[in-house]
């Protein structure tokens, strides 16, 4: 289902992968000269079927490439070796929901500097798109 912006809700069985996922997933960024940037991330949680949010705990290069407008990617596999890939677009956030959100999952070992929203537009499953 398309939803404002050009999000989409996830369907069901992304949902039910996402609850059955290995503990980190990869997290890439561009920056603004199209150079990629991938990183492991632990601290992060599905948010109403539509949007992942990522907790900016230790971000270096992720922060400069999410300010300077990044797309960005969120690759994890499941616990039986399935591969997904949610692409969209992103947004930073230092209070609000999805801040919130992110306090209420990411260890209070961590800062939690704030929370990276990614808007999925795009999901696979391999090479097979989803809708």
């Known amino acids: 289902m398309l939803l404002d912006g050009g999000i989409i809700m996830l369907p069901r069985s992304v949902c039910e992968a996402w609850k059955n996922r290995e503990k980190a997933i990869v997290f890439t960024t561009v920056d603004d000269k199209g150079l990629p940037n991938s990183i492991y991330a632990t601290c992060t ?7 992942v949010v990522v907790a900016n705990n230790y971000f270096d ?12 990617s969120v690759l994890f596999i499941t616990t039986d070796g ?15 929901p999805y801040y919130d959100f992110m306090k209420a999952f990411n260890p209070t070992k961590h800062p939690g500097h704030g929370a990276v ?3 999925v537009q795009e999901a696979y499953s391999g090479a097979k798109a989803l809708h």
């Open 82 to 96: 399935t591969s997904y890939q949610l692409k969209g677009r992103v947004s930073y956030h230092t209070d609000g």
């Open 61 to 72: 290069k992720t922060m400069r490439n999410i300010e300077a407008g990044t797309l960005a």
């Open 117 to 119: 929203v990614l808007h």
């Open 45 to 51: 949680d599905l948010y109403e079927d539509s949007e």
